[in-house]
């Protein structure tokens, strides 16, 4: 491995540690509150609750506009060409209309609670619950802009603490506290909904020592230019990004919608699973936006492969252990959340769930590495292939096959959305199929520690959590065992150096495009493009050259091919 693919993996490493402790911490925390909503409510209210949630999350991603990818791909270049100036400007470009836009469906979603309530099945409650949820859009809106701006520069733990463990720690007290003076899902929305009041307060004082800590600069163009060239990039990946978020929750409201809030309940519980694993992997997704952007702008085709195979087995590593134990012990799972959530269509739900994971998580940040190399248009349109693929599906299968229905077509849609994807990074970006070595090395691991166990578990029948708790930490032993003779291959090494952090010499640094970068390019390979107003050009194979018209901005032209989409 060279010098410069090895220390972007520590790089890496050190990033993604800090937030998967906070992915974990609030993994716990959804899954806390998961098991507090549905033992403290009856089952149709809790499906009620969990809808409410579910519209709330993709009209947040909606109001978002995708400009935390906009903001990670723009922030390290704009500071590579000495555009100090127009790191901050770019925030603001950002902010501002995302906020407006949450303003504006704020009050769009309160004079229609009612319809869009009575459209998903919710009933009079359910549009008061709506419009007790909604005040609290913008707050979530912003706050998300300015910690995403902070993770543009490789900086996790703002998102860490005020996101991961603040927000959802505050949120699981006070749906104990609700819940302990037997309120309803109204109280408990507001009170779920207000928390975010306090992470934009928090994500603000982040952002501004964030930036304080910034070069300064100058303005290299005017603001218009400045927001045109952002836009032009960043307004796809809008409507991508709530492509993708329908896709992970628009199956609850459309079983509550198609069934009822039981159902809702019932299917919410047998997929929170999947979250869990989603956030350990989001962890490591988040660190790759500012390394991808460094490795793309020095033109380190050898470290770019290397990171994307390494980071890639990371995630298998860190996440197909939790799918494969909860997939085989789905009785087991499904009791934390009450006798009555133990039902053969959850248990197959969470059997599908859990194996489409799988293949979601081996797939890799395909995505990641295509919207830093400008192919935003690609995950637009590949994400709203997915979603019409999981919305027909489920309207076919769910009125006759029930909460499986769902998990069926939404596994058909993952399937679809990561097949383009591994497809398209290997033509448009040039990875081949030796990228997925180390992925695969630990998958095998991982199977041969929990898979083959946890099915023989399986086929016994009616797991109880006895052996279940043995498999897993007999698995354990073995999996420690067999990563330590793999680590080579699988780069923990480089993992290893960065969670030691040895004094003054592995110290965390924040990434920036300059010369001070401690990952500089090799011998040979050519400086950071610097100065002007345009991006420089990326130089991934079979892209175009980047244009510029109008002195508007410049970008790389976006192919005509299928498009992709991570987890």
Request: charged share 15%; net charge positive; with cysteine.
């Amino acid at each position: 491995m060279t010098q410069g693919a090895s220390e972007h993996l520590r790089q890496v490493a050190r990033g993604g540690l800090v937030g998967l402790l906070g992915s974990a911490f609030a993994a716990v925390c959804g899954l806390a509150l998961t098991v507090l909503v549905t033992r403290g409510l009856p089952a149709g209210e809790a499906g009620l609750f969990f809808a409410v949630v579910a519209l709330f999350v993709m009209v947040a991603t909606v109001s978002g506009l995708g400009v935390d990818t906009g903001l990670a791909r723009f922030l390290l270049r704009l500071e590579a060409q000495g555009r100090g100036q127009d790191v901050r400007r770019a925030v603001v470009v950002a902010a501002v209309p995302a906020g407006l836009v949450a303003c504006a469906v704020t009050v769009l979603v309160m004079l229609l609670a009612g319809p869009i309530a009575s459209g998903a099945g919710l009933g009079d409650e359910g549009a008061t619950v709506v419009r007790l949820a909604a005040p609290a859009l913008p707050c979530c809106v912003l706050a998300d802009v300015m910690l995403a701006a902070t993770r543009a520069f490789g900086q996790m733990g703002q998102t860490a603490v005020v996101d991961r463990v603040l927000r959802a720690g505050a949120q699981v007290a006070v749906a104990a506290v609700v819940l302990s003076a037997g309120a309803g899902p109204a109280a408990l929305a507001l009170g779920w909904s207000a928390v975010y009041a306090g992470s934009l307060v928090l994500a603000a004082a982040a952002l501004r020592r964030c930036l304080r800590a910034r070069p300064k600069g100058a303005a290299t163009v005017p603001e218009r230019s400045l927001a045109r060239e952002f836009w032009s990039f960043t307004w796809p990946r809008g409507v991508a990004g709530l492509a993708q978020v329908a896709v992970q929750r628009a199956d609850i409201v459309l079983v509550t919608a198609l069934l009822s809030p039981l159902h809702g309940a019932l299917y919410t519980a047998a997929t929170r699973f999947v979250a869990v694993g989603q956030m350990a992997n989001q962890a490591i997704h988040h660190v790759l936006q500012s390394r991808f952007t460094l490795l793309l702008l020095r033109r380190d085709d050898d470290s770019l492969g290397r990171t994307f195979s390494v980071t890639t087995a990371w995630a298998v590593l860190l996440v197909w252990p939790v799918y494969l134990v909860v997939g085989a012990a789905a009785p087991v799972y499904l009791a934390i959340f009450g006798e009555e959530y133990v039902t053969r269509g959850a248990v197959v739900t969470v059997a599908v769930m859990a194996s489409t994971m799988l293949l979601a998580v081996a797939s890799g940040p395909v995505d990641t590495l295509l919207l830093m190399a400008g192919r935003s248009g690609l995950s637009m349109v590949n994400g709203l292939v997915a979603l019409a693929v999981d919305v027909a599906a489920c309207l076919v299968l769910v009125p006759r096959v029930g909460i499986a229905g769902a998990a069926l077509a939404w596994a058909l849609a993952l399937a679809v959305r990561c097949s383009l994807g591994v497809w398209q990074v290997r033509r448009a970006v040039g990875l081949t199929r030796s990228m997925w070595a180390a992925p695969a090395l630990a998958g095998g691991a991982a199977l041969a520690c929990f898979g083959v166990p946890g099915l023989l578990l399986a086929l016994r029948g009616d797991p109880s959590p006895g052996p279940v708790l043995l498999v897993a930490v007999a698995g354990s032993g073995a999996y420690a065992v067999l990563l330590v003779a793999l680590r080579r291959p699988l780069g923990l090494g480089e993992a290893a150096a960065a969670v030691r952090r040895r004094a003054g010499r592995e110290a965390a640094t924040t990434p920036t495009a300059t010369a001070g970068d401690p990952a500089q390019p090799h011998p040979g390979t050519p400086p950071l493009p610097t100065g002007g107003g345009t991006h420089p050009d990326d130089r991934i194979p079979g892209a175009a050259p980047t244009r510029v018209s109008g002195g508007g901005a410049a970008r790389p032209k976006e192919s005509d091919e299928p498009c992709l989409l991570e987890t």
